[in-house]
């Protein structure tokens, strides 16, 4: 078995609190040994964070290829960087959360995500296209874990049980897709009932599972865009740094119909999202998605203008890492002179790290819960 303590969490935000495993990766491998050696090339393998999950099953499946889906790129970079500080043989293909996934799939190992609609796309993708007798496998720590779970994968099993907690995490074991939710539908050509959309005025928002705030428009973003309609600058080349759905991206591209806008973020989900988003709002001419780790490969000081609405969470942990990773994207990004319009929870205080990282820093609103700056570059 792999020494998991060897695995690093790079190029994600590093801190003694988190770390590149937990207790699930290995009741996972426990558990579906027997089935992974005896299906060795029918193994999927979803939400894997840093690479335990593929590395330890490639030990079990030997040199057949592993079919893997990280939302993250940060994960899919650990991963590859992980396997070479092993020297793992692991062999493995990064694919996206679509029937090529899945195809004929015995075994699918899940790290659960935290939100149910993350779940049910993944659970109803499975159902649908993965063998007959698939057997899908989730886990998760017990405090992340509701009954509604359950509920979700009896929507598209019709088994779904649940087993005793080990060290703090519990797995979800579920077989037989049901054909009324997913594999007669399948081959019947009916389409999948994701990604869904609502609309919001000209703009329509459409979100895969896995998206922050789904087709809604969280109230963080509201405050952003209410701020920036009162007086937010000129700019031809705008940045929607860690895009979401691409709420802020097509909000831009409507509003300013000579812009051209990036919209960036290292989730899949939230890049398939927000490209759709910018399609079904009229702007995708205009608006350019693409899946990045903090806007690393765009040129610097190639924007005007990026907006920012960062999270407060690493996986399952709050942590101001990752806005603060962010806050020097965005800096590196800017022109001299350009603007980081950036959206936080005012509790978290960062006026001061954008003063330091970006530069001159005021306050255009304030709320009991969000606060709205300008940061100009130096």
Known sequence: MIDFEQLRRWPDVEAPELVAHDATDRLLLDTAREALVAHPEHVTIIGDRYGALTLGAAELVGPHELRVHQDALSGELALAANAERLGSSASWRSLPLDPSLVEGARVVLLQLPRGLDALDEIAELVAAHAH????????????????????????????????????????????????????????????????????????????HGAAFAGSSIDVGTRALLEALALGAPEASHVVDLGCGTGVLAASWALAHPEAHVVATDQSAAAVASARATADASGVGDRVESRRDDAGASLPAGSAGLVLLNPPFHVGATVHAGLAHKLFAAAARLLEPGGELWCVWNSHLGYRSALERTVGPTRQVSRGPKFTVTVSTRR
Do not use: C, I, Y
């Open 132 to 207: 007959p007798e698939v057997q899908l496998v989730a886990g998760g720590r017990v405090k992340h874990m509701t009954p509604a779970m359950n509920d979700v994968l009896r929507r598209h099993f019709g088994t779904v049980s649940a087993g005793l907690a080990r060290q703090k995490s519990r797995l979800l074991t579920a077989s037989g897709p049901r054909s009324d939710a997913g594999a007669t539908a399948s081959s019947a050509g009916t389409a999948s009932t994701w990604p869904r959309s609502e609309r919001h005025g000209d703009l329509v928002v459409v979100a």
